[in-house]
């Protein structure tokens, strides 16, 4: 299992972060994520081989943009 953190760009409510969340939930080795609307940070656990990239074209899916921190 690996965590990786993203800052995330304009996600400042619940409804943000459930956005957010809706969307990464479905890239495939999430095993789990935190969204914090306050601090606009996204926290993914998911196995070795998570592709950041397909997390990171969820988040601009959902309709913002991250980084990897």
């Given at each position: 299992?690996?965590?990786?953190?993203?800052?995330?760009?304009?996600?400042?409510?619940?409804?943000?972060?459930?956005?957010?969340?809706?969307?990464?939930?479905?890239?495939?080795?999430?095993?789990?994520l935190?969204?914090?609307?306050?601090?606009?940070?996204?926290?993914?656990?998911?196995?070795?081989?998570?592709?950041?990239?397909?997390?990171?074209?969820?988040?601009?899916?959902?309709?913002?943009?991250?980084?990897?921190?």
């Amino acid at each position: 299992m690996t965590t990786t953190n993203f800052q995330v760009t304009g996600m400042h409510c619940g409804g943000c972060a459930n956005t957010v969340r809706q969307q990464v939930e479905q890239v495939p080795g999430v095993r789990g994520l935190t969204v914090n609307p306050s601090t606009g940070t996204l926290t993914v656990d998911g196995e070795e081989n998570l592709d950041t990239a397909a997390v990171l074209a969820a988040v601009g899916q959902a309709g913002y943009e991250a980084v990897r921190t």
